[in-house]
């Protein structure tokens, strides 16, 4: 019985509060009511005043760090790999063997080619003789000198692809893949290794038209690492583009030196710090006190002697963040209308809220 009045208490006690918070509410709301209401037909707007503040450019944008250099190394000839120099996570430097494609097929045609090259070379040398002697045409003897250097260029090109049995780096860094394995067969295009330089990365952000507008080719950068908090790295803004992508933001590319360690790795995350020199202080105004966008350069000033809404021609300057630089049409010390532009024209009636 004890059971069933405590419940029966509990509920009414929560009955009495929801009571209590919905004519809380019910106040609330007619009191904002007959608030707008005193306006009789003016517009409900929020103001903001118009102030000189020092202006701060200074902003950071996280991006992934790339690497400078990243290069998919392919067969150039048809062989079985017949050694291999190198094992995933090794470092090499440019021109280091990497594996050896049998060269056995390779060495035939370069001897077939040099043999073919010599008989050209002698029956040129037979036709100029004979030349001279009036034995030869004109015709026949510069077929022979065709014939010679054609022969020529099959030598030199079968001595290339018996140079390229051996591949070899071209760029420093390390081998992060290994595609193929000692009696492998490969053709023309066959993937072989990755080789990723992480000695300098690149960091790529994303800013916007605001931040973008300050910034140049060459601009020193602190880039800070998630993965290593206590260390610092410096980089150099390498890359702005001249257009932005579908999100209306410029991609932005920093130039990262790596510490000795080589710590930082392609594909983790960044976050770049750009700093300005201090700026002087300036007129600002919100973002949103603009007739429809900031390019239409034209706000409304609250007149506080008669309560109305006053167009104004500005001249809009750099936008920062959600405020925006007036460079002439506003004084330091007025007022303009935030929110409510919709409703308004020239001299319209306005009550300010909160």
């Known amino acids: 019985m004890k059971r069933v009045i405590t419940i029966i208490v509990v509920v009414a006690l929560v009955l009495v509060a929801i009571g209590y918070v919905l004519n809380n509410n019910k106040k609330k709301q007619q009191e ?49 790999v017949s050694k291999i120099f190198v094992e995933e996570g090794s470092r090499v430097s440019k021109g280091t063997i990497l594996a050896r494609i049998d060269a056995e097929i390779l060495n035939t045609d370069r001897e077939t080619a040099e043999a ?34 054609n022969a020529k260029l099959r030598l030199q090109q079968q001595q290339k692809k018996l140079n390229d049995a051996n591949i070899r780096s071209s760029i420093n860094g390390i081998v992060n893949k290994k595609m193929i394995e000692v009696g492998a067969v490969v053709a023309p295009g066959t993937q072989l290794f990755e080789i990723v330089d992480v000695s300098k990365l690149k960091l790529k952000v994303n800013v916007n038209e605001g931040q973008v507008a300050n910034l140049k080719i060459g601009d020193k950068v602190d880039i800070q690492s998630s993965v290593f908090p206590d260390e610092k790295f410096s980089g150099k803004v390498s890359f702005i583009a001249a257009k932005a992508d579908q999100t209306l933001n410029f991609p932005i590319e920093v ?48 007149n506080k002697e008669k309560s109305v809404a006053e167009t104004r021609k500005v001249v809009s300057g750099r936008i920062l963040g959600e405020s ?17 532009q919709i409703n308004l024209t020239n001299g319209t009636a306005v009550t300010i809220i909160k």
Do not use: H
Not at 128 to 134: D, I, L, V
Not at 258 to 283: C, D, E, H, R, V
Not at 324 to 338: F, R
């Open 255 to 302: 130039e990262v030196t790596n510490n000795t360690k080589n710590s930082l790795k392609a594909g983790m995350y960044g976050t770049a710090t750009f700093k300005f020199p201090k700026q002087a202080p300036a007129i600002l105004v919100p973002r949103t006190s603009f007739v429809g966008s900031v390019s239409s350069n034209e706000v409304y000033v609250f």
């Open 324 to 340: 925006v630089e007036i460079l002439d049409g506003l004084k330091e010390g007025e007022t303009v209308i935030t929110s409510g």
């Open 32 to 80: 904002t009511t007959d608030f707008i209401n005193k306006g009789s037909d003016s517009v409900a707007v929020k103001i903001a005043n118009v102030e000189r503040k020092e202006v701060n450019l200074d902003f950071t944008a996280n991006g992934n760090f790339i690497a400078n250099q990243e290069l998919n190394f392919s067969a150039e000839n048809s062989g079985r």
């Open 116 to 149: 073919t090259y010599q008989n050209a070379v002698k029956d040129l040398a037979r036709y100029e003789s004979s030349f001279a002697t009036g034995g030869v045409t004109q015709q026949q003897l510069d077929q022979a000198r065709l014939n010679a250097q």
